[in-house]
């Protein structure tokens, strides 16, 4: 039974870029939630997909968006990067009748230069 | 506005010994729950233990127990036996609402645990 995997792992972009991340949920579970991990500080969530569309939002700006597609993967896009967007972004999935159930996947640690 | 403080940046303890992570909470909702979560330096968030608002027990998970004090707003975790694989960043997380409508995780800034030989 595969766990939440993310890809890619690492990932260098320059300021001003655009950058997609994506992720596959846990087997059974419909629900993709996102955070961003600046170092040394906990987890800030981003948002929340499930029935492809956004149901909760963090407090990001719209540079910060989403997709979920109907096989319940998902994607995160960063448009007009800012140095300050250098994280580990986590994602984390739940089953929709249980969102207190939720893993994470290993992240993408990006780094904008 | 629901709120995690984490009071301890870091922490050491000799192998063997057992340690408490000190998390205390801030929420105006009366369903919620509290978790705690290890993320070595690899980076993926491992589960470790979950409290509910409504449960009258303190979790226990094998060698994680969670000391729940609701009227003081605490969920501080209890690490017995410790192990040198225990050396990890451990956080403590909350998530608002009933299990269907509990939109997101708010997080503590976390506690190094170091277990020295």
């Known amino acids: 039974d595969a766990g939440v995997t993310q890809s890619p792992t690492h990932l260098i972009k320059t300021r001003g870029q655009q950058v997609t991340l994506r992720c596959s949920p846990k087997?059974?579970?419909?629900?993709v939630s996102w955070y961003q991990q600046a170092l040394g500080q906990g987890p800030q969530f981003i948002f929340q997909?499930?029935?492809?569309?956004?149901?909760q939002r963090g407090n990001f700006p719209d540079r910060f968006s989403g997709h979920q597609f109907p096989n319940y993967s998902s994607e995160l896009n960063v448009n007009a990067l800012l140095l300050g967007d250098s994280a580990l972004y986590l994602c984390?999935?739940?089953?929709?009748?249980?969102?207190?159930?939720?893993?994470f996947g290993p992240g993408t640690r990006l780094t904008v230069t | 506005a629901q709120k995690i403080t984490q009071t301890q940046p870091g922490m050491f303890v000799q192998e063997k010994e057992a340690v408490t992570l000190d998390c205390t909470y801030d929420?105006?909702?009366?369903?919620?729950?509290l978790f705690w979560y290890k993320q070595p330096s690899s980076g993926e968030m491992i589960f470790l233990i979950y409290?509910?608002?409504?449960?009258?027990q303190n979790a226990t998970e094998g060698r994680y127990s969670l000391n729940f004090q609701k009227a003081r707003k605490s969920a501080n975790l209890v690490i017995s036996a410790s192990q040198l694989g225990d050396s990890a960043m451990y956080f403590c997380?909350?998530?608002?609402?009933?299990?269907?409508?509990?939109?997101?995780?708010?997080f503590g800034d976390g506690t190094t645990l170091t277990v020295k030989p």
């Open positions: 984390a999935s739940s089953p929709l009748e249980n969102l207190y159930e939720q893993y």
């Open positions: 087997s059974g579970h419909d629900t």
């Open positions: 997909y499930y029935e492809e569309e956004e149901r």
């Open positions: 929420t105006s909702d009366q369903s919620y729950g």
């Open positions: 409290q509910g608002s409504y449960d009258e």
């Open positions: 997380a909350m998530r608002e609402g009933r299990h269907t409508n509990a939109g997101k995780s708010t």
